[in-house]
């Protein structure tokens, strides 16, 4: 009898211990990358902890949410305060100094290209708000939020989330992999002057997408237009978990010449990310580009504005002309997504 | 003087960067398809200019809320869906209700998600026309899938949106079993068999027949 009772006793604790065990690995695995961090991503959390130790501790507490918080997770767009509400802290709420290292953790995330595009979208803002700011409405260069998921770190997932009117990045950072999928970006206005000087944030995605259009013949021109007019965007916020189904040219359609230029359409976008995260992306790209698909919508170079799309097996880039603000191609919102891999889904277990 | 003010107030709110289009509603269909189901997501979405009229025609409570039966309602009675040329009865699943005052500053969006069963073959067709339009409005369609067995041939839309026309093909696997009719047929016509031949013993018993089998055998054989 005692031999059964501690047999049983025996067999209740190694159930116990084997439970407790696979709860314990299910907790770890829930955070762990699958790459270690590599000296990029060494940098961007340096960059990251140097900005975070410029905040007080009330202002970290506002900048840090937990990393399983699904609701901050998707809480961006592109809209300005007073329609959406943003949370963490924001440009108007910071010192010279956090902002430069805020400033400085951009640089470590984003490329050359990315970064200037990102001050140059807050700076056509800010010029938006001195001709038509005021009201309800609130934008301008102050009006920038950054926030955090997950605590920076070499070895657990996080994400950095900074975005304001017309702009919604969220670069998830997991070990050797940073990701900027989803992410919002577009402008108001597309071009402008500053200290004597003209500014255009995204001339170079709309001209390397005219010049793919115009490489096309006629009867492939039909097969890339999918609407005779611009269209909003499909896939913007609050589209998470959706999947497009292609539409459009097919990449194996176009000749190796075509598909350079599709290419280089979509690096002016991919390539907003730090140089070495970006050629990891590039190079998955260019493997699918047979079955990566072309659509436009709206009329071929005749200055009116035009939508379009490019949609691959792990990749969707949308660019939408807005009906205000003068000449459509003087607002425009673009969305970058990859439906295997928002917020780095692959890249932790 | 008013005319002047009209004009400047209307040419700020043309000029302000909001979202989306402010002079109209815009109403993006997201249409998810699976071989049993399919799903409309309706998101509407009122630009500044017109979000006033739109909400002055919708049913309000007491409450101050939007009834979002009697929107489902007439959305519904605008909205047609029909797979292989049959209608397909939809029905309110989820809403999601912004706050009235988002609405009203233009860029709130009412979600309204619509379900229907669906009887899908191999090969399929689907039409989807939208022509509810409170106000001025823009449309956009799309199809998503929601399994490997459902493959998208072709998606045609017209000028608009507002009728969307998908050929989708469904693989043998996600198919209902149909039972063979011919089979049914030779079932029936084994048990009909069975039982008059049950009563036909039954006749010739009360008649005094003998059975086939008990007839005595012919002589010399």
Redesign the interface.
């Known amino acids: 009898m005692k031999k059964r009772i501690w047999l049983a006793s025996l067999a209740l604790t190694g159930a116990l211990l084997t439970a407790g065990i696979s709860q314990i690995q299910a907790y770890s695995l829930a955070s762990s990358v699958k790459a270690p961090a590599d000296a990029t991503t060494q940098k961007v959390v340096a960059a990251a902890n140097a900005f975070l130790q410029t905040l007080s501790s009330t202002q970290k507490s506002k900048v840090l949410f937990e990393w399983s918080d699904a609701a901050q997770k998707t809480k961006w ?4 305060i ?3 509400q943003r949370n963490g802290i924001k440009l108007g709420d910071m010192s010279s100094a956090q902002q430069t290292a805020l400033f400085a953790l951009l640089q470590a995330v984003f490329s050359k290209n990315g970064y200037q595009q990102i001050t140059q979208v807050i700076d056509g803002d800010e010029v ?1 708000k001195s ?2 700011g005021g ?3 609130i ?1 301008g260069k102050a009006e920038y939020y950054v926030s955090f998921l997950g605590t920076p770190s070499n070895t657990s997932p996080w994400i950095l989330q900074f975005g304001g ?2 702009m919604a990045l969220n670069a998830t950072v997991a070990g050797a992999d940073i990701v900027l999928t989803p992410s919002l970006t577009g402008g ?1 206005p597309t071009t402008y002057t500053l200290n004597g000087k003209t500014v255009q944030p995204i001339i170079g995605e709309s001209n390397a997408a005219n010049k793919l259009m115009s490489s096309l013949s006629a009867a492939q021109q039909k097969q890339a237009i ?4 611009f ?2 965007l ?1 896939l913007g916020p ?2 998470d978990g ?4 292609p ?1 459009g040219i097919k990449g194996s359609s176009l000749s190796a010449t075509q598909q350079e230029l599709l290419l280089n359409l979509i690096e002016t976008r991919v390539g907003m990310l730090n140089d070495e995260d970006a050629a990891v992306k590039m190079k998955e790209i260019k493997a699918n580009i047979a079955n990566t698909y072309f659509a436009w919508s709206g009329g071929v170079n005749d200055g009116a504005g035009a939508y379009f799309r490019v949609t691959a097996p792990t990749l969707v880039l949308e660019f939408s002309p ?5 000449s459509a191609s003087n ?1 425009t ?1 673009s969305m970058y997504r990859d439906p295997t891999n928002d917020y780095g889904v692959k890249l932790y277990k | 003087m008013k005319l002047i003010r009209a004009l400047v107030l209307l040419g ?1 709110l ?10 109209m509603l ?1 109403q ?1 269909a ?1 249409i998810t398809l699976s071989p049993e189901q399919v799903s409309i997501e309706l ?1 509407l979405t009122a630009g500044e200019l017109v979000a006033k009229d739109f909400l002055g025609k919708l049913e309000v409570g007491q409450d101050q809320n939007i009834s979002i039966q009697a929107l489902a309602k007439t959305v519904l009675e605008k909205m047609q869906l029909t797979v292989n040329n049959q209608p397909v009865p939809l029905r309110l699943e989820s809403e999601q209700i912004p706050e009235m005052t ?1 609405i009203k ?5 009412i979600q309204l998600v619509f379900v229907g069963t669906i009887k899908s073959s191999s090969q399929n067709q689907f039409v989807f026309k939208n022509n509810y339009a409170p106000v001025k409005s ?1 449309y ?1 369609a ?4 929601q399994s490997s067995e459902v493959k ?1 041939a072709s ?1 045609q ?1 017209d ?1 608009t ?1 507002q009728t969307f026309e998908v050929n989708y093909e469904v693989a043998e696997s996600a198919l209902p079993r149909v039972f063979p009719w011919w089979l049914g047929l030779i079932a029936v016509f084994g048990v009909g068999l069975w039982f008059s031949r049950g009563r036909l013993e039954k006749k010739r018993n009360e008649s005094g027949t003998p059975p086939r089998f008990a007839r005595p055998l012919k002589e010399g054989f």
């Open positions: 767009s592109n809209l300005p007073g329609i959406f938006l001709t038509d009201g309800r409405l934008f009117h017309h108001q999918i609407g005779s007019k269209i909003d499909v609050g589209q959706k999947t497009l189904q539409e807005q009906s205000m603000g003068g607002h919102h | 700020w043309l000029s302000v960067a909001v979202a989306h289009s402010a002079d815009v993006a997201y998101d988002q500053l233009g860029g709130g969006q823009g956009l799309n199809v998503f899938v998208i998606q839309r000028q949106q």
